[in-house]
């Protein structure tokens, strides 16, 4: 599975849009990009996939550029709530184990 | 989705003694997988336990040090055994379930 690479850490107003970058240059035509996050002391929980195109759901959009070498988790309206360690992770297909990285920490201030 | 238990949710054991970790869904599943997650850290996978078949393990861990079992389609066992203060460790059970992966709790252990 392609690694992934992220910043370490990030700071988000209340209220603001909250865009998480994950860069994936030696992603495979067949992995897809997934997004996780782990609220402190919980499992993670899933947020979203993409292949290339651009997705969208209830909690977030994913942005995947048309090289597919990076991509953007936007959280479009950020709450205290959304304070966790947000994974990014390629993988082939829809089945099989995720390899995690060490994420980003998103820190909601208000 | 797919709601997974984990018992215990959290231990203190002496060295040298076993525990075994086990994981309940809600769900029939295919596929289940176990991951540690040492403080500070983030998640490593230790194994891939499919049902009628030996579990996967992954580099830097043995069936001898983390047997698992996988009787049915909704359930695993998970055993540390021959503890060491190293093992104090959150673990987590998670399942694949309609394309996505479902994750468990946890177990937080800590060997003294």
């Known amino acids: 599975d392609a690694k992934t690479t992220q910043p370490p850490s990030m700071d988000c107003a209340e209220g603001r849009a909250a865009n998480l970058p994950c860069n994936h240059s030696t992603i495979s035509g067949n992995e897809y990009v997934y997004w996780y996050r782990q609220i402190h002391s919980q499992g993670p929980q899933y947020i979203i996939h993409g292949l290339k195109n651009n997705e969208t759901n209830e909690m977030a959009s994913l942005i995947i550029t048309e090289d597919r070498k990076s991509s953007t988790l936007i959280l479009p309206h950020a709450t205290l709530r959304d304070t966790a360690v947000y994974y990014c992770?390629?993988?082939?297909?829809?089945?099989?184990?995720?390899?995690f990285g060490q994420g980003t920490t998103l820190q909601v201030k208000p | 989705s797919a709601v997974i238990s984990q018992k215990p949710s959290r231990d203190i054991c002496q060295r040298g003694t076993s525990l075994t970790i086990q994981c309940q869904v809600d769900s029939q599943v295919t596929m289940m997988f176990w991951y540690r997650q040492q403080p500070g850290q983030s998640l490593t996978l230790i194994a891939t336990?499919?049902?009628?078949?030996?579990?996967?393990?992954e580099s830097g861990f043995v069936i001898d040090k983390f047997p698992i079992s996988r009787p049915n389609l909704t359930f695993s066992t998970l055993t540390v055994s021959n503890m060491s203060p190293e093992d104090s460790s959150i673990y987590l059970c998670?399942?694949?379930?309609?394309?996505?992966?479902?994750f468990g709790p946890g177990t937080r252990l800590t060997v003294t």
């Open positions: 336990a499919n049902q009628g078949s030996e579990a996967t393990y």
């Open positions: 992770i390629v993988r082939v297909g829809h089945t099989g184990k995720l390899i």
């Open positions: 998670s399942v694949e379930y309609r394309n996505e992966q479902y």
